[in-house]
T-cell receptor
Framework: DGGITQSPKYLFRKEGQNVTLSCEQN?????MYWYRQDPGQGLRLIYY???????QKGDIAEGYSVSREKKESFPLTVTSAQKNPTAFYLC?????????FGDGTRLSIL | DQQVKQNSPSLSVQEGRISILNCDYT??????FLWYKKYPAEGPTFLIS?????DKNEDGRFTVFLNKSAKHLSLHIVPSQPGDSAVYFC???????????????FGKGTLLTVNP
């Protein structure tokens, strides 16, 4: 069964810590995306990657970093520089646009 | 600057009736439009799309209409079913500021409730 797996489902971060959210896809999609959703808001693009070893900043990249060393994997690191990290994070993949989304990771600050 | 707007945060309809979800956009360079459906605690699922060269696309109970002159699109669900109750996001695709990649811009979503 092809799909996108995000882990963990819930994540807690202490002040000053970096945390990494995992995203893996087995759909053979070229492009992968990270979005952030806040209550009552649409999805806002953090980073996206069209091919391995290349990625671009989205609309709200500050305080986040990514890597794309493998086609299947696109981890997102929420750094301590991100002042308001509490949100629901969604990873997606597709060939032209996001076609499949994972079930998300909810990040909270302790 | 919100380029994709869904002005109705919520919509309630009776089962069997038509649901009409609306979306407006400001950027005339958008060339593809998509609708996604999202249940609580899950990721969105792609529902239906339309190219800017068309004015209608139909898939079963779902039809999307595009009015380019008005920069407006709508999603019609006929007949509506209780299982359609979800948040619906409108999204528009266009080149990023560098001109080399496509990216989606999402609206804030409309919560549809279909009452039995």
């Amino acid at each position: 069964d092809g799909g996108i797996t995000q882990s963990p489902k819930y994540l807690f971060r202490k002040e000053g810590q970096n945390v990494t959210l995992s995203c893996e896809q087995n759909l053979n999609h070229d492009a992968m995306y990270w979005y952030r959703q806040d209550p009552g808001q649409g999805l806002r693009l953090i980073y996206y990657s069209q091919i391995v070893n290349d990625f671009q900043k989205g609309d709200i990249a500050e305080g986040y970093s990514v890597s794309r060393e493998k086609k299947e994997s696109f981890p997102l690191t929420v750094t301590s520089a991100q002042k308001n990290p509490t949100a629901f994070y969604l990873c997606a993949s597709g060939n032209l646009w996001p076609q499949h989304f994972g079930d998300g990771t909810r990040l909270s600050i302790l | 600057d919100q380029q994709v707007k869904q002005n109705s945060p919520s919509l309630s309809v009776q089962e069997g009736r038509i649901s009409i979800l609306n979306c407006d956009y400001t950027n005339s360079m958008f060339d593809y439009f998509l609708w996604y459906k999202k249940y609580p605690a899950e990721g969105p699922t792609f529902l239906i799309s339309i190219s800017s060269i068309k004015d209608k696309n139909e898939d079963g109970r779902f039809t999307v209409f595009l009015n380019k002159s008005a920069k407006h699109l709508s999603l019609h669900i006929v007949p509506s079913q209780p299982g359609d109750s979800a948040v619906y996001f409108c999204a528009a695709s266009g080149r990023d500021s560098g001109g080399s990649n496509y990216k989606l811009t999402f609206g804030k979503g409309t919560l549809l409730t279909v009452n039995p």
